[in-house]
C-alpha cells in the first residue's frame, strides 16, 4: 500500500507538470524559448496519461471503495508541491519529477 501511495503521487506529480508545460507560459518560463505545437500537444498528452496511470495507481493499491478518494487527495498533494516550487524553483519542479520515480524504482528495487 505504501507503494501506491508513492507510486500515485509521484505520478500525479509528474502529471501535472507535464500539464504545466504543455502550456506556453509556463514552457516559456523555465526554459526560455517558445515550444512548437507538437512538443506542446504531447506534453498535454503526457500529463493526461500520468494523471491516469496515477488513479489506476491508487484503485489498485486501495480498491475501488477508497482509490478515487486517495487519487484526489495525492492531486491535491502534487498541485500544491508545485504550486509552492514554481514561483522559487521552476527548473527542480521539472527534475523532481523524474527524480522521484527514478528513487521510487530503487526502492521497489531494494525492498
Not at 24 to 35: A, D, I, L, N
Not at 40 to 65: D, M
Not at 76 to 91: C, I, N, T, W
Amino acid at each position: 500500500m505504501l507503494s501506491a501511495f508513492f507510486g500515485g503521487t509521484l505520478l500525479a506529480y509528474g502529471g501535472m507538470v507535464a500539464l504545466y508545460q504543455g502550456l506556453e507560459r509556463h514552457y516559456k518560463q523555465v526554459w526560455g524559448s517558445v515550444p512548437s505545437v507538437a512538443r506542446r500537444r504531447s506534453l498535454r498528452g503526457l500529463g493526461w496519461l500520468a494523471l491516469g496511470l496515477s488513479f489506476a495507481t491508487c484503485v489498485l493499491g486501495w480498491g475501488w471503495a477508497m482509490g478515487p478518494v486517495g487519487w484526489f487527495g495525492q492531486i491535491s498533494l502534487a498541485g500544491f508541491a508545485l504550486v509552492m516550487l514554481l514561483p522559487y524553483a521552476p527548473r527542480l519542479s521539472i527534475w523532481l519529477a523524474p527524480a522521484g520515480l527514478l528513487g521510487w524504482a530503487l526502492c521497489g528495487l531494494v525492498l
